[in-house]
């Protein structure tokens, strides 16, 4: 099912934002019908967009084993992703799906092509 959704995101919505999933297009802040402070976390239109399902799914990516779309997706990200933009964004929004995207991808790239002592003993730091 996630494979589904990611791939439709990616054939008729990226880089847009989202998939409105009815329309096949992609939502982007200012472009699209506005659904009120949700749209808080929205880049700017296409030129200005975050890419936030793709961010936001990097993890899922690594988690139901699609490596190879892992770092096909963290190439997307790094070469194509800005937050140069100046505009109002909802911090919660942005932060849990931006910030969060991108920590948890870089964890994962880590655990990817380091060596399996240094990935264990990483993973060891979290444990409580």
């Known amino acids: 099912m996630f494979l589904h959704g990611y791939n439709s995101y990616m054939k008729y919505a990226y880089p847009h934002d989202e998939l409105m999933p009815l329309s096949c297009r992609g939502r982007a802040r200012g472009v699209t019908p506005s659904r009120g402070d949700i749209d ?13 399902t793709l961010v936001d799914t990097l993890d899922t990516l690594v988690v ?13 990200v790094v070469s194509n992703v800005r937050f140069d933009s100046d505009f109002v964004v909802s911090v919660f929004e942005t932060n849990i799906r931006v910030l969060g995207g991108l920590l948890s ?24």
């Open 64 to 76: 139901v084993g699609e490596l190879d779309e892992f770092e096909r997706a963290v190439r997307l």
């Open 105 to 128: 991808g870089w964890i994962y790239g880590v655990l990817k092509f380091f060596t399996p002592p240094f990935s264990i003993s990483f993973i060891s730091l979290f444990n409580c």
């Open 40 to 52: 808080d976390s929205l880049g700017n239109d296409r030129c200005y967009s975050f890419s936030l």
